[in-house]
């Protein structure tokens, strides 16, 4: 999780002096992810019977922010506002469209109410945020799981780990609402005990996960509902193979379990088999990145394992009942959907254990692709591809 022993020495200690918070929260952030910080902060309030944490909500603009679920977010200032104000610590909550809003007056003035604070914290997207405005340097940092390989390619000079969260100093990072959560039960113990961060999440009947546990392992032992180890470390390694599945038997050797018996494990605790399962998840990759970005089709077949378009279009036809180009002739609806940003390609790179590792441009030989750039998503999830390139909701 981070280099030291207590990520939070550097603020002072407990007193009768609230700790000042500033959340800045980005358009179409996730409502559950805001509720992740505030909540906990204000539990710890409820059970030390006064005002331990004070929070301000800040928006670009100083309006309401448009949350993903549709509601409107009333806010205490604009950013440019808190300018000076010089509060404890910064979070910067964001979702779809981060990238989007890293533009020059917002990044100034992040800066500008960045100086001087003890810790900033970088909730789901915010590392976009924070990585634009310079606020990173050689920290190491985490984001959302479906945005390393963007943030990867976009930042390659940075140390950017797929842990649930990070501690570097005074920097914070926190891959979504659920570590999120996990992130500041850790502030709160630091700055009043252990003892309220277990009352904390006693109210939310939660418990603690470590900060240093990988997303994609802790989604692959949800996906896992018999609990078998194995099987959730098979998981985990189709989910970060796609662009190059390889052979269920090797998966089962990888795991420690011949390939009948992976396959017995497969069918009772995921439900299918795990070439079908490993289909489904390269299928719905493709769907979420036709859906939600302006990437080529053959270039989403080449990220999501099939030789060709034609491979990706003939599996789709048959999985979804219509062609891939259907979906994008179909219009976007919802209080939050926007249509997805065009942008530029960045370099093809394959997330691996930490760095990015450029891909040669050749085509890929059947079978293979450069991964999604936003990671695999088990089938009945509503993760989503490439939220650079997008903003719909989650």
């Not at 945005?147 to 000079?157: C, G, I």
């Not at 599945?245 to 088999?273: M, N, Y």
């Not at 080449?302 to 036809?317: D, E, I, K, N």
Request: proline share 8%; with cysteine; charged share 20%.
């Amino acid at each position: 999780m981070t280099k030291d022993a207590d990520p939070f020495a550097f603020f002072p200690t407990a007193g009768d002096q609230p700790l000042e918070i500033a959340i800045f929260v980005l358009p179409h952030a996730s409502l559950l992810t805001l509720g992740s910080v505030i909540d906990p902060l204000r539990v710890a309030n409820r059970h030390l019977c006064r005002e331990a944490f004070r929070w301000r909500i800040l928006s670009v603009s100083g309006g309401a922010v448009p949350l993903t679920c549709g509601l409107g977010l009333p806010v205490d200032a604009s950013l440019h506002d808190a300018v000076g104000t010089r509060p404890d610590a910064l979070f910067v909550v964001a979702g779809y469209g981060a990238r989007e809003m890293a533009v020059g007056l917002v990044l100034r003035d992040l800066r500008g109410v960045a100086r001087g604070v003890g810790l900033c914290v970088a909730i789901d997207s915010g590392a976009w945020l924070l990585a634009a405005a310079g606020l990173l340097g050689g920290t190491r940092v985490t984001t959302h799981w479906e945005d390393l390989e963007d943030f990867a390619a976009a930042y390659p000079q940075l140390d950017l780990v797929p842990d649930r969260y990070v501690m570097d100093g005074r920097i914070a990072s926190a891959g979504g609402a659920g570590p999120a959560q996990d992130l500041m039960l850790d502030l709160i113990a630091a700055r009043h005990g252990p003892s309220l961060a277990m009352q904390v999440a006693g109210t939310f009947i939660t418990s603690r996960r470590a900060g240093s546990e990988s997303q994609i392992a802790a989604i692959a032992a949800g996906v896992a509902t018999g609990g078998d180890p194995r099987v959730a470390a098979a998981i985990a390694r189709m989910e970060g193979s796609l662009d190059a599945p390889e052979s269920v038997a090797d998966t089962a050797r990888a795991v420690g379990l011949s390939l009948r018996r992976l396959q017995t494990l497969f069918a009772a605790e995921v439900g299918l088999t795990p070439k079908e399962y490993t289909l489904e998840l390269r299928l719905q990759a493709a769907r979420r990145m036709i859906a939600d970005s302006r990437v080529p089709l053959a270039e989403i077949a080449v990220r999501t394992g099939f030789s060709a378009q034609s491979a990706l279009s003939r599996a789709y036809r048959t999985r979804f009942g219509s062609p891939p180009s259907a979906l994008r002739r179909r219009p976007r609806s919802g209080s939050a959907r926007r249509p997805a940003a065009r942008q530029t390609p960045l370099p093809r790179r394959r997330w691996n254990g930490g760095r990015a590792a450029s891909h040669a441009p050749s085509a890929a030989p059947a079978g293979t692709s450069i991964p999604p750039r936003r990671g695999p998503a088990p089938p009945h999830s509503r993760r989503r591809h490439r939220r650079a390139d997008r903003s719909a909701p989650r």
